[in-house]
């Protein structure tokens, strides 16, 4: 059982950053695909990005590519979202997740979720 806990979101002016992190309880975890999602009031939960267990693949929502950087530091099991030129519609809960498999399946894990307001 891999249990994840995400941080770092927060209240942040349009065009600002913040940086989210999802610390692991276990070490296997640096075998595991992990991506971020994020759902906002009313909405779908929807993907944000993903990072194979390496570090060397990325994927990204259109909505987000060229703002947001996914990264990996498997000696500390953690997995970073850095987002820059936040905008009002980025707000949302954005949730890390593992998977086993790059290619497809289900996430096995989620965190709890780490509330980001983007407001002037």
């Known amino acids: 059982q891999v249990q994840l806990n995400e941080s770092g979101g927060g209240l942040v002016q349009p065009g600002g950053s913040l940086r989210l992190s999802c610390a692991a309880s276990e070490r296997t975890f640096s075998s595991y695909v992990v991506g971020w999602f994020r759902q906002a009031p009313g909405k779908e939960r929807e993907f944000v990005a993903r990072?194979?267990?390496?570090?060397?693949?990325?994927v990204y929502a259109d909505s987000v590519k060229g703002r947001f950087t996914i990264s990996r530091d498997n000696a500390e099991n953690t997995v970073h979202l850095q987002m820059n030129s936040l905008k009002p519609e980025d707000t949302s809960v954005y949730y890390c997740?593992?998977?086993?498999?790059?290619?497809?399946?289900?996430?096995?894990?989620w965190g709890q979720g780490t509330q980001v307001t983007v407001s002037s």
């Open positions: 997740a593992a998977r086993s498999s790059w290619s497809g399946g289900g996430y096995a894990y």
């Open positions: 990072i194979n267990w390496s570090g060397s693949s990325t």
